[in-house]
């Protein structure tokens, strides 16, 4: 297949844009009830969705996913040393920091490239209150061996499932497990109310706690139950996602073709690997990531995104740099490279390529065309 430059750019992700009369449809109840935020009738509908799409007992939605783990810390009272992942978005350990409590980076998984449930008992201290994992580009962690963890050492299990949405493991909704997970609803992620974020949990009482925590703690017009932030979720957020909600499963359907195209192109290229979920798992569609082994593909990770640019195709390391390897967190014991060995390798094999329903198979095809020949 010749190669060619995309005219325009091509960017790894694009966000689900609805009809817009769709939207102003809905907006004109919002106008009309004179109501934009605080429990609106929105709000409220679009909660009751999401519980029914992602199948969990338990949802409280925010502004936007890092607020929401912030509260998650709160509404379980986590202090002292939280166990986490240093290949991450830098919101997960950002959030522990906001919440005064010492982020401890443990390895991850050579495969999964999630925290790797074998290595979190080393890391396990006196002071040690709870396990954050992320399940990374939507593959579930292990989540059974993460609980029973937990469970032995009398520790609260959180989820950054900014990645998972409506992911299951034999038909379960992944924000059932652990105690708290988080779902971001920014703008690049599948479903999106551009900003928004929710909290899940199987615990019902956690949902008093939680809806009193993101609105400053205010109970009743007399008391004020804990000091509380502002992480609600306003009217026009939920219309959005109310309308962005109907499209998700034809977005899905398109990018698993595209999945399928890249997975079909990509087949026996040497050094290129593709991480695939087992049959029990709903997939998220969320990112569509490649490993890239330099000495057996020919060329390195970087050399192969900044050969893409000339093509006009811009792809992403996620999630390069290491968390442990920020200046806030470098200094931290749990962040010296030698403990970190599967992450500081990962991190230089990753890409994540453009993957969002309005490409077209040929694109696709062309994009792969332009790896190959960056190859030996
Ligand atoms: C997007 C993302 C977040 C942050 O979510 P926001 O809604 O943007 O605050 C947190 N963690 C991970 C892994 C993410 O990808």
């Known amino acids: 297949m010749l190669v060619r430059p995309f005219k325009e750019p091509v960017y790894i992700t694009r966000p689900i ?138 520790l609260k299990v959180m989820y950054d499932a900014a990645h998972a949405f409506g992911v299951e493991i034999d038909g379960e909704g992944i924000g059932n497990f652990g105690d708290i997970s988080m779902f971001s609803f920014h703008a690049t992620k599948l479903f999106h109310t551009a900003e928004g974020g929710a909290l899940t949990f199987k615990d019902k009482n956690l949902k008093q706690r939680i809806d009193l925590l993101k609105n400053f703690g205010i109970k009743n017009e007399d008391e004020v139950a804990m000091p509380g932030i502002n992480g609600k979720m306003n009217e026009l957020q939920a219309v959005l996602g109310l309308v962005v909600l109907e499209y998700v499963e034809e977005e899905r359907k398109k990018r698993k073709v595209l999945l399928d195209v890249y997975t079909e192109c990509l087949k026996g290229v040497e050094g290129i690997t593709v991480f695939k979920n087992s049959s029990n798992v709903r997939d998220s569609y969320q990112y569509f990531v490649i490993r890239i082994d330099e000495k057996a593909f020919g060329a390195s990770r970087d050399k192969v995104y900044s050969e893409f640019k000339k093509y006009n195709v811009f792809t992403r390391k996620y999630f390069y740099p290491l968390c442990s390897d920020y200046l806030c967190y470098r200094q931290l014991p749990s962040s010296s490279p030698a403990s970190l060995p599967v992450a500081h390798k990962v991190v230089r094999e990753v890409l994540s390529m453009p993957f969002y329903g309005g490409l077209r198979a040929d694109d696709v095809q062309n994009i792969c065309a332009i790896l190959k020949n960056l190859g030996k």
């Open 17 to 154: 844009l609805p009809d817009l009369q769709e939207v102003s449809a809905k907006l004109k109840e919002v106008w009309a009830s004179g109501w934009l935020t605080n429990n609106g009738p929105q709000h409220n509908i679009l909660e009751k969705e999401l519980l029914k799409v992602l199948k969990v007992s338990g949802l409280s939605l925010f502004n936007n996913g890092t607020i929401a783990l912030i509260v998650a810390c709160q509404s379980l009272s986590l202090s002292g040393e939280v166990i986490t992942t240093p290949f991450t978005f830098p919101a997960t350990p950002h959030v522990l920091t906001w919440n005064g409590i010492k982020p401890v980076f443990c390895d991850i998984d050579p495969v999964t490239m999630n925290i790797d449930a074998d290595r979190i008992e080393s890391r396990i201290t006196p002071l040690t209150t709870a396990i954050l994992a992320v399940h990374v580009f939507g593959t579930p962690c292990n989540v059974q061996k993460i609980q029973e963890i937990a469970d032995r050492h009398g």
